[in-house]
């Protein structure tokens, strides 16, 4: 298919061709999309969806490329970026209204410097709202759903959404843009106020946190596997010796084991394959079964 004669004047944002993916994900890892396409507002990302479903065009969505690991033949037809191209900030009262695109620390350090307190938990989560609200994500004890109000999402014809928290079904890294195939547009988050002006000293300290404690240096896609039910992956693997192990370019971080790492240039199916080794080693050493959290997206 001929993309560029398609795509050829449209107003849909940045639109650039045969675009290497490894460049979009914290990873590293991934090969080339026919089309990568940034919009900058919601008229633009409604007009690309309604576009891509009349002509057919398989659209597949990213975010700061945080949770994914891209084949190495990387994603036919138009890849949606929503990251910083698709980044904004409303406050209204107590009420934070933020777009898909902006990181989950931005909006924390925003609401922070605004005197409301409620996001410090999350902030260290290396993603974006869209992300973070699709799959409820969580750290320190807090969840989106702790903090979200309503969310605004699109399905992939340009079909407008509207759901308040109870109607979005959250639960474990789970919620309906999962249930029916959604995009989060954006997302309205209700704060406390910060009274005591105590919400700096949490952030500081979550933030010291995850620096001392996670790889924030290296390229990972954060926690690789979901948690088993009782235990925890990073205790596994540490358990069964794998701290620093490393194949390739391939390796388990040797300071948080339950993040592999990047450590030059490996593909994304040497990473397959180790991660499949780590949890084949898991299992066969302490019974339990490590399932991989990182979504696996592209041309096989």
Known sequence: MDYKSIYESKRFGEILFDEPLKDYTTWGIGGPADVLVKPSNE?????LLIFNNENDIKTTVIGLGSN????????????????????????????????AGTSLNKAATTSISNHLTGMEE????????????????????KEIKDVCKSVKAFDFKGNEYNFTNEQMNFSYRHSKIFEQDLIVSSATFELLPDAL?????KYEDYTNR??????????SAGSTFKRPEGSYASKLIDE????????????????????IIN????SCKEMLAFIEEVAGIVHEKTGFTLEREVKLIGEL
């Open 240 to 259: 069964c010796g794998l701290r620093g192990y490393r194949v390739g370019d391939c390796q388990v971080s040797e300071k948080h084991c339950g993040f």
């Open 197 to 201: 002006d105590q919400a700096v000293l």
């Open 122 to 141: 999350i902030s260290g989560i290396p993603g974006t709202i869209g992300g973070a609200v699709a799959m409820n994500a969580g750290a320190y004890g």
């Open 68 to 99: 994914l690991l891209i084949t190495d033949k990387g994603i036919r037809g138009c890849v949606l970026v929503l990251s910083e191209n698709y980044d904004d900030i409303k406050l209204d009262g107590t009420a934070m209204t933020v777009l």
């Open 210 to 219: 995850r620096e001392t404690k996670q790889p924030l240096d290296k390229k």
């Open 263 to 266: 450590a030059g240039n490996a």
């Open 43 to 47: 008229d633009e990302l409604k007009n």
